[in-house]
Nanobody, 121 residues
Framework: VQLQASGGGLVQPGGSLRLSCVAS????????ISWFRQAPGKEREGVSC????????YYSDSVKGRFTISRDKGKRMVYLQMNSLESEDAAVYYC???????????????WGQGTLVTVSS
């Protein structure tokens, strides 16, 4: 089982990025997919989650209104559109798959490689 997050990079404050998550060895459509992030010296933080059944979405307070999670079931991919990025958003972002949409690092069953997001002018 392997999940791979991509789309990170360097962006100026106020800019946007779209992260993508793809999986091999499992079907993303069958799982609740979450995005987490971890900044240097900080604990891993749940950012967003999307349900496999009805597409319900969940966000942490820190990103609500700026980030949008979506799922393309045909392509078996999950995206995280990040707008109005702030320096505090800089982190390694991970996608993860599990059975419940909880923004707790203990919830997912499978983790992907992260992608680095740097927010700097």
């Amino acid at each position: 089982v392997q999940l791979q997050a991509s789309g990170g990079g360097l962006v100026q404050p106020g800019g946007s990025l779209r992260l993508s998550c793809v999986a091999s060895g499992l079907t993303l459509n069958d799982y609740e997919i979450s995005w987490f992030r971890q900044a240097p010296g900080k604990e891993r933080e749940g950012v967003s989650c999307i349900s496999s059944s009805d597409g319900s979405t969940y966000y942490s307070d820190s990103v609500k209104g700026r980030f949008t999670i979506s799922r393309d079931k045909g392509k078996r991919m999950v995206y995280l559109q990040m707008n109005s990025l702030e320096s505090e958003d800089a982190a390694v972002y991970y996608c993860a798959a599990g059975g419940e949409c909880e923004l707790s690092p203990s919830a997912p069953w499978h983790w992907g490689q992260g992608t680095l997001v740097t927010v700097s002018s």
